[in-house]
T-cell receptor, first 114, second 117 residues
């Protein structure tokens, strides 16, 4: 019973391509997140959605566009991929903002841009 | 802005022994949460333990416990009876507990812990 799942787990692509990473959670959570972990293992928030509404949008190039078709899904689409986009991307989810706070993470997607 | 500092990039411990990982943070907030996450070689990010700032009692989860010193802004993780499976990168993280929607984890740079047989 996977709580937060991401597909694909590995993605290798050429510079300039467009790619998507999908995320789904079956925890009934209201809020979902995308984090980026760089080669030095540093983690940084990119986006957060609550009930399909964008609530956090950090300084991320507009080549990155999150899409939340429903509160159980938050996909990340990346246009015109660059070498610096190579990283591990984590999706996470948490319960209603007014209550709990713990974020549960997916397995990560390792993106390699050649 | 909040920051989280983990001053030990790498640590090692012998199996069955105890190890403490340090974490300090900087914030002007009074109401917040602190977390330790573990990232083993499998890459999965796993919650180890969490602490609410308003609680004076230190959180414990089996072999994992924290020493939360609010005044000193310190949040160390103690792992007792270390096991080989504890080998992982450990991240300390901070989150404001605000009524608004801006809940995001602020992360330290991590401590790589190796447990030796």
């Amino acid at each position: 019973d996977t709580a937060v799942s991401q597909t694909p787990k590995y993605l290798v692509t050429q510079m300039g391509n467009d790619k998507s990473i999908k995320c789904e959670q079956n925890l009934g959570h209201d809020t979902m997140y995308w984090y980026k972990q760089d080669s030095k293992k540093f983690l940084k928030i990119m986006f957060s959605y609550n009930n399909k509404e964008l609530i956090i949008n950090e300084t991320v190039p507009n080549r990155f566009s999150p899409k939340s078709p429903d509160k159980a899904h938050l996909n990340l689409h990346i246009n015109s991929l660059e070498l610096g986009d190579s990283a591990v991307y984590f999706c996470a989810s948490s319960q209603d903002l007014a209550r709990t706070d713990t974020q549960y993470f997916g397995p990560g997607t390792r993106l390699t841009v050649l | 802005a909040q920051t989280v500092t983990q001053s030990q990039p790498e640590m090692s411990v012998q199996e069955a022994e105890t190890v403490t990982l340090s974490c300090t943070y900087d914030t002007s907030e009074n109401n917040y949460y602190l977390f330790w996450y573990k990232q083993p070689p499998s890459r999965q990010m796993i919650l180890v333990i969490r602490q609410e700032a308003y609680k004076q009692q230190n959180a414990t989860e089996n072999r994992f416990s924290v020493n939360f010193q609010k005044a000193a802004k310190s949040f160390s993780l103690k792992i007792s009876d270390s096991q080989l499976g504890d080998t992982a990168m450990y991240f300390c993280a901070f989150m404001k507990n605000n009524a608004g929607n801006n809940r995001k984890l602020i992360w330290g740079l991590g401590t790589s812990l190796g447990v030796n047989p």
